[in-house]
């Protein structure tokens, strides 16, 4: 699966939950390979973020 490197916040989390899967290849427009996405460190890092105090 792939997944824009330009996408953040809930444009990525659409994007995650429109092709489900437990890893993402995350590629710049040029086509490069930016990085490897975990869903499982998105999902740490979204609790996380719910987690805090407003």
């Known amino acids: ?3 824009s490197a ?3 916040g809930e444009e990525l989390l659409d994007a ?3 092709a489900p899967a437990t890893e993402y290849l995350v ?3 040029t086509g490069e390979i930016y990085g490897v996405l975990s869903a499982a460190d ?3 890092a979204f609790v996380k973020a719910m987690a805090r105090p407003s």
Do not use: P
Request: charged content about 45%; cysteine-free; hydrophobic content about 55%.
């Open 16 to 18: 995650l939950r429109a």
């Open 42 to 44: 998105v999902e740490r």
């Open 6 to 8: 330009e996408l953040a």
């Open 27 to 29: 590629v710049e427009e």
């Open 1 to 3: 699966m792939r997944v």
